[in-house]
């Protein structure tokens, strides 16, 4: 019975600290490149999402972007882009901003003004209308 007891103990630490793991972002930023192919010819999203998030991550994040694409247009699970003169790495790895690896949909949490960041999509959907 103390070999059970001490066996479910054991799984419940595991299942806790794994569930804790630590969030790899910026060692990513480090280490995954820009693809030189993507400076002339970036991959081009199918469809693309924005969602705010409940309340700001511990780096003050309050909106998710993610950016879907064909099977064909990334194939590994990170895409590294210069976004403001600044390296991001959106990923597809199931950890961090994305919520399943392999689904083809590439996430990143994000800092943004809410209020500008509305205005600018308003003023679009109006540009998008008259064409």
Same mark, same amino acid.
């Given at each position: 019975m103390k070999? /059970?007891?001490f066996l479910i103990s054991f799984a419940a630490i595991a299942a806790l600290l794994a569930s804790c793991q630590k969030d790899d972002y910026q060692s990513l930023v480090k280490k &995954? *490149? &820009?693809n030189p192919k993507y400076e002339m010819q970036p991959p081009i999203a199918k469809n693309i999402f924005i969602q705010e998030l409940e309340k700001s991550d511990k780096d003050g994040n309050n &909106?998710?972007?993610i950016a879907e694409f064909d099977?064909?247009?990334v194939k590994d699970k990170y895409l590294a882009i210069m976004l403001n003169d600044k390296k991001v790495v959106l990923r597809d790895d199931g950890k961090g901003a994305d919520e399943v690896s392999g689904d083809h949909k590439f996430s990143l949490n994000m800092n943004e003004? /809410?209020?500008e960041l509305k205005s600018d999509l308003? *003023?679009?959907k109006k540009t998008e209308s008259f064409e």
């Open positions: 070999k /059970l007891k &995954i *490149q &820009i &909106i998710k972007f099977k064909e247009a003004n /809410l209020n308003d *003023q679009r």
